[in-house]
């Protein structure tokens, strides 16, 4: 069993930068690829970044790609996305999620396969 839980969300203009993070009970952390997911109102969830449980292999999904960095701290049990350069289309309910998988598997990235989900923080970003 994993918890997860997401801190660092708040209200930035456009152009800032924001932190996020995710820290994990249990001991499996360590052993899982740790994922990054994102809801706006209205919209369906979508897949923001991952990273392989020994942070050599990150995915990032187009619209945040060399603008958020993804990291793991698997000493801390916690997991980060950097995000800078922020954009109003980046207000969304960012969640952590986790599932019993080493590396990222690229090819199923839906949010219905993952076990393990933090309850979000609220990022908004003003224009």
């Known amino acids: 069993q994993v918890q997860l839980v997401e801190s660092g969300g708040g209200l930035v203009q456009a152009g800032g930068s924001l932190r996020l993070s995710c820290a994990a009970s249990g001991r499996t952390f360590s052993s899982y690829a740790m994922h990054w997911f994102r809801q706006a109102p209205g919209k369906a969830r979508e897949f923001v970044a991952a990273?392989?449980?020994?942070?050599?292999?990150?995915y990032y999904a187009d619209s945040v790609k060399g603008r958020f960095t993804i990291s793991r701290d698997n000493a801390k049990n916690t997991m980060y996305l950097q995000m800078n350069s922020l954009k109003p289309e980046d207000t969304a309910l960012y969640y952590c999620?986790?599932?019993?998988?080493?590396?990222?598997?690229?090819?199923?990235?839906?949010?219905?396969?993952?076990?393990?989900w933090g309850q979000g923080t609220h990022v908004t970003v003003s224009s």
């Open positions: 999620a986790a599932r019993t998988l080493k590396y990222i598997n690229i090819v199923d990235l839906s949010p219905s396969s993952y076990a393990y």
């Open positions: 990273i392989s449980w020994d942070a050599k292999s990150t």
